[in-house]
């Protein structure tokens, strides 16, 4: 298993600012994911993000909107830029099994809940 | 990864058992069938996995038919505590993206 912490666990936010989401992990892992939830909805995969590469971001997500960095096997950041209203959700971070190196199963964060006025 | 149905919302008692089937028709042969649990603000946790027949673990059991066209996940006896979202998904092997559906809202009542 793994134990994933994120921070800040919950903020407000102006429109227009950016927000910095913090993802660490206890083990190294190869792939972690990030996801956003809109209140009473399913998750959406934003991106993918390798240690030692480019994150590949999924169809409606793009990098200037939601810059990713990874700069070791146990962390990654999710910026969240120039914020809208619509941006206001749970962003979430998961990893693979570090046990087995499969991501078939992942381990989820508690979640970042954002709301931006 | 196939597109799966399950049903919107289910309610239940305290000590009965829920069954939350899953229909997945168009599943690939390298398809694996996983299930998801996610509690009020919390992060989605890994329930349960299985290809074919039958798995069971010390959360719940899993039965998949020999066409692997639905599955079912079953919960034993369940507790208020069981109230939670329960998101079914196919996964391929070695593939690495989760694509979450819209999920079970099961609720337990006393």
Partial sequence: SAVISQKPSRDICQRGTSLTIQCQVDSQVTMMFWYRQQPGQSLTLIATANQGSEATYESGFVIDKFPISRPNLTFSTLTVSNMSPEDSSIYLCSVEDPSSGSSETQYFGPGTRLLVL | ?110
Wanted: proline share 5%; glycine share 6%.
């Fill in chain 2, 1 to 110: 990864l196939a597109k799966t149905t399950q049903p919107i919302s289910m309610d239940s008692y305290e000590g009965q058992e829920v069954n939350i089937t899953c229909s997945h028709n168009n599943i690939a042969t390298n398809d694996y069938i996983t299930w998801y649990q996610q509690f009020p603000s919390q992060g989605p946790r890994f329930i349960i996995q299985g290809y074919k027949t039958k798995v069971t673990n010390e959360v719940a059991s899993l039965f998949i038919p020999a066409d692997r066209k639905s599955s079912t996940l079953s919960l034993p006896r369940v507790s208020l505590s069981d109230t939670a979202v329960y998101y079914c998904l196919t996964v391929s092997g070695g593939y690495n993206k989760l694509i979450f559906g819209a999920g079970t809202r099961l609720a337990v009542h006393p």
